[in-house]
T-cell receptor, first 115, second 114 residues
């Protein structure tokens, strides 16, 4: 079975540029999560979708960040304009119906470097 | 202050030896506690999920314990292998409108040496 697929695996760009991260969740999973991981702050939840609808985006750092889930098999996280402090590993995770007692399945992340 | 504290921050063990990682939390109310393993350059992988009523759960050579009264959990690795070298993250779930609120520990980095 294919796991959560993220692209690109690595992204290096200059500050001010738009960055788009992509995620394909596991087929049949109805919850999707975007996380950011840094050495200083560890894993942080940015936004959570349930059945393609954003439920909680309180973790999105600021208006430069936006996320969409146009259908059950695709989601994007966009940063515009990007800043050096956005450099981190961004993970997408999905989980099946059943709520909080279900494991979240993580992709291998996108390592983002903003110069 | 982080609501999930893990110790030690890192440890080194010899292949074949056992080790125990600790997780103390203050998150309340409590829904479940998870342990994840994260290999370098990879996403976290779920090892165990324990609810309030469970006090131990195993996944191969990994055994997690939970004391919900003292709000402590441990992850025991038996007969360590080189492939156990990873970061182990303790995650506590709080019941929310959709049961997804997670509080993450900073992780314990385990290095297994031959």
């Amino acid at each position: 079975d294919a796991g959560v697929i993220q692209s690109p695996r690595h992204e290096v760009t200059e500050m001010g540029q738009e960055v788009t991260l992509r995620c394909k969740p596991i087929s049949g999973h109805n919850s999707l999560f975007w996380y950011r991981q840094t050495m200083m702050r560890g894993l942080e939840l940015l936004i959570y979708f349930n059945n393609n609808v954003p439920i909680d985006d309180s973790g999105m750092p600021e208006d430069r960040f936006s996320a969409k889930m146009p259908n059950a098999s695709f989601s994007t996280l966009k940063i515009q304009p990007s800043e050096p402090r956005d450099s981190a590993v961004y993970f997408c995770a999905s989980s099946p119906q059943g709520g909080g007692n279900q494991p979240q399945h993580f992709g291998d992340g996108t390592r983002l470097s903003i110069l | 202050k982080n609501q999930v504290e893990q110790s030690p921050q890192s440890l080194i063990i010899l292949e074949g030896k056992n080790c125990t990682l600790q997780c103390n939390y203050t998150v309340s109310p409590f829904s479940n506690l998870r342990w994840y393993k994260q290999d370098t350059g990879r996403g976290p992988v779920s090892l165990t999920i324990m609810t309030f009523s469970e006090n131990t759960k195993s996944n191969g050579r990994y055994t997690a314990t939970l004391d919900a009264d003292t709000k402590q959990s441990s992850l025991h690795i038996t007969a360590s292998q080189l492939s156990d070298s990873a970061s182990y993250i303790c995650v506590v779930s709080s019941p929310g409108s959709n049961d997804y609120k997670l509080s993450f520990g900073a992780g314990t980095t385990v290095t297994v040496r031959a």
